[in-house]
């Protein structure tokens, strides 16, 4: 029974790495593209500081200038995640990708799943360009208080973001317009995620506090700059991490579960 059980993980494990090369290098199968997007998403939030800036409107230490190098970061996570990966979901199922995945003997939730690891290239790529641009604009380098504990949040937002597209996509796929609700989830969902740091007021610090999904995004944070914004012990948070990831693993294998059920029952995904 054990040997049964290694076999299957390394065959689950086998099919997850082909699936993040595919995913690789269908990210950058488009460079232009890719550099692109990269590069504007930093470079709006620098014209509109500078433009503050310049006019008075603000002033900005290098604490709040930290913290809104990660508010650019985690809301560039965010779009990435829901219109990207999400879309991109719901692209195969109009294109019959998911149909073609399952007839070779594939489960959706490795497809997902290998595919959506390889955004981590796409999130150090951005990571990389976000705090390149605040050291030259603002004279801002990045810090990172705790190197480990950062590189393990980042895998937790990533696990997080993963899920939660993965059900997302999974919902909405049969709306002809879901990229309204997109739009509209693309605020909500970064506002109950921890992008707001808590030291904006005590309603935002509540929010991410209380919030499950917030707290990789605020640990990421807190191992960045070393600030603990909602005053619960760094293992806490990152147990709380964990099971929230966890939950949502099951929740997302659920929706995929059925989409899978309804996909082989009726041979349509998203159509009518």
């Known amino acids: 029974m054990v040997g049964l059980r290694e076999t299957c993980l390394r065959v689950v494990l086998s099919r997850i ?45 290098q604490t709040d200038l930290q913290l809104f190098l990660w508010v650019a970061y985690a809301f560039t996570l965010y779009s990435t995640w829901l219109w990207g990966f999400g879309h991109g ?10 149909e073609y995945v399952l007839a070779g003997g594939e489960g959706l939730l490795t497809h997902f799943t290998g595919w959506g690891l390889a955004l981590i290239t796409y999130e150090l790529m ?19 208080i705790n190197p480990i504990l950062f590189a393990t949040s980042i895998l937790l937002v990533t696990l997080e973001l993963l899920f939660t597209s993965v059900i997302y996509s999974m919902l909405v796929i049969r709306l002809r317009s879901n990229w ?5 989830v693309q605020f909500i969902l970064p506002t ?80 009518y």
């Open 192 to 271: 109950l995620g921890g992008l707001i740091p808590g030291e904006v007021n005590g309603y935002v610090r509540l929010i991410n506090r209380y919030s499950p999904l917030a707290y990789p995004v605020v640990l990421m944070r807190e191992s960045a700059l070393g600030i603990n914004e909602i005053n619960i012990p760094l293992p806490m948070q990152l147990l709380y991490s964990v099971v929230i990831i966890i939950a949502l693993a099951l929740l997302a294998w659920l929706t995929v579960t059925l989409t899978t059920i309804r996909l082989r029952s009726s041979g349509q995904l998203g159509l």
């Open 126 to 144: 951005d990571l990389a360009v976000i705090a390149a641009s605040f050291t030259v604009l603002f004279n801002t380098p990045v810090m990172f």
């Open 17 to 61: 790495a082909l699936e993040f090369q595919r995913g690789v290098r269908l990210l950058f199968s488009k460079p232009a593209e890719n550099i692109a997007f990269v590069i504007s998403a930093p470079l709006w939030l620098a014209f509109f500081i500078l433009t503050l800036r310049g006019y008075g409107v603000v002033r900005l230490s």
């Open 89 to 98: 979901i719901m692209d195969e199922g109009y294109d019959g990708v998911l």
């Open 180 to 184: 309204v609700v997109t739009n509209i």
